[in-house]
């Protein structure tokens, strides 16, 4: 249990149950999460753009 810990909501008391080393991972173990990861960040920054150049081309009207 740690000493008091003051934040903007008060004092508390902290108890840890557990600790976990951490683990490092191996690139191989991980390439693909990386890969998959920029790939749909590309596709989501590509399609913001194409949005917005619609959006310049064309006069945008909602419906309510």
Not at 11 to 25: A, F, G, K, N, Q
Not at 32 to 39: D, G
């Amino acid at each position: 249990m740690t000493e008091p810990v003051k934040t903007q909501f008060g004092y508390h008391l902290i108890l840890v149950d557990e600790i976990i080393e951490p683990v490092v991972s191996s690139f191989d173990d991980v390439a693909q999460q990386i890969f998959q990861h920029l790939q749909v960040t590309k596709q989501n920054q590509i399609y913001a753009e194409k949005v917005e150049d619609l959006k310049s081309r064309y006069e945008v009207k909602i419906n309510e």
